[in-house]
């Protein structure tokens, strides 16, 4: 499921998607990184930890040096704020750090970064899910168990277990 993209210096650099398959604890995560190429194509895969995998893609949309900055992309709206951010650092009313979270609050209402609550929020969902498989897991388990006690009642009385063919 798409995620959010990854922003360094203010130009998109990867796509994430995250939730996927389940693997061991955790569930499966790519990135796709886009690069510069004569086609579109998938040129590298990798897969830099246990069930995080890299992708990285070429394409000529991405060949202009322009076309990965994150500002051109904005609404004008927000392209606004981030103008008012760049002339507050430029004045000295916030450090880099309030400059970097005024930006990461644009970038998360632009929707290209999840807010803090919305990746609560797929966490909470995700917990939820597991401890509903692992129920379900539990009550099939005990159903399998019941089954197999009357199959084995029935074998003890000599009842065939096996269903005739109804023709």
């Excluded at 990184?33 to 990285?56: D, M, Q, R």
């Excluded at 000529?60 to 704020?81: D, G």
């Excluded at 008012?84 to 750090?97: H, K, N, P, R, V």
Aim: charged content about 25%; aromatic content about 8%; proline content about 3%.
């Amino acid at each position: 499921i798409w995620q959010e993209w990854e922003i360094v210096n203010n130009t998109f650099v990867g796509m994430w998607m995250k939730e996927g398959d389940s693997c061991a604890s955790k569930n499966r995560q790519t990135k796709v990184i886009f690069t510069c190429g004569t086609s579109h194509k998938l040129a590298h895969v990798s897969e830099p930890n246990t069930c995080i995998y890299w992708l990285t893609f070429e394409t000529p949309l991405v060949c202009h040096p322009q076309s990965l900055l994150v500002y051109p992309n904005l609404k004008e709206e927000l392209q606004k704020r981030w103008d008012q951010a760049e002339q507050s650092l430029y004045d000295g009313l916030i450090t880099q750090q309030g400059y970097r979270k005024l930006l990461q609050a644009i970038f998360e209402d632009a929707g290209y970064l999840k807010t803090a609550q919305e990746k609560i929020e797929t966490k909470e969902q995700n917990h939820s899910q597991e401890e509903t498989l692992s129920r379900c897991n539990e009550e099939r388990n005990k159903l399998s168990e019941e089954i197999q006690m009357l199959k084995d009642i029935l074998a003890r009385h000599n009842i065939s277990t096996i269903l005739p063919d109804v023709k």
